[in-house]
């Protein structure tokens, strides 16, 4: 398994501001993911940020709103940018590592809760 | 849309008993994954059950897989309050991505 922190787990935003949100891993993890969930939903992968290399966003999802960085192989952020009401989610990052089960497994981050008002 | 579908989307038990949420999915997948979380936080990994394994145990929970309905089932037994969440399934289809269902709110009454 992986033990994952993000900062900051809550926050409450303006309207029209941005918010970086940072994933930390305690092991060197070549798949890091981020996804959102809104309230009451369940969760949408946002996209796939590999280190090195551009990250690979989902339908729906622009790297103008939701820009990543992966400097290395265990940290990345997530920025949402010009924010609105309807960025009220909360986000989450996961990693992926080979598992006992003898395939990959992901598993995350306690994730960041926002509420943009 | 989403692969998976959840069923029921809510549940409510007594302590003690058992809870069964079931999931399906659409298209073929490599392998399946159970995941809980607790009142909106981060998602705990309980389970993955590989497409060609049709049951697999964990402690309390048992997890089917039936690829020819293209569902499967998620059993706790012996309910205790902790258990109270909402658990997803997700799938792993040629994509390798994650593609979560909608989740079951279970609630275990003491």
């Known amino acids: 398994s992986a033990v994952i922190s993000q900062k900051p787990s809550r926050d409450i935003c303006q309207r029209g501001t941005s918010l970086t949100i940072q994933c930390q891993v305690d092991s060197q993890v070549t798949m890091m993911f981020w996804y959102r969930q809104q309230p009451g939903q369940s969760l949408t992968l946002i996209a796939t940020a590999n280190q090195g290399s551009e990250a690979t966003y989902e339908s729906g999802f622009v790297i103008d709103k939701f820009p990543i960085s992966r400097p290395n192989l265990t940290f990345s952020t997530l920025t949402v940018s010009n924010m609105s009401p309807e960025d009220s989610s909360i986000y989450l990052c996961?990693?992926?590592?080979?598992?006992?089960?003898?395939?990959?497994?992901?598993?995350f981050g306690p994730g960041t809760r926002l509420t943009v008002l | 849309s989403q692969q998976g579908e959840e069923d029921p989307q809510a549940l409510s038990i007594q302590e003690g008993e058992n809870a069964t949420m079931n999931c399906s999915y659409k298209?073929?997948?490599?392998?399946l994954q159970w995941y809980r979380q607790n009142s909106g936080r981060g998602l705990v990994h309980l389970i993955l059950?590989?497409?060609?394994?049709r049951e697999k145990h964990s402690g309390r929970l048992r997890v089917t897989l039936d690829t020819s309905k293209k569902s499967s089932s998620l059993l706790i037994t012996a309910s205790r309050a902790a258990d109270t969440a909402s658990y997803f399934c997700a799938t792993v289809g040629g994509a390798q991505k994650l593609v979560f269902g909608q989740g079951t709110r279970l609630t275990i009454n003491p």
């Open positions: 298209t073929s997948i490599n392998n």
């Open positions: 059950i590989r497409s060609n394994e």
């Open positions: 996961s990693v992926e590592v080979f598992g006992l089960a003898g395939m990959n497994e992901q598993f």
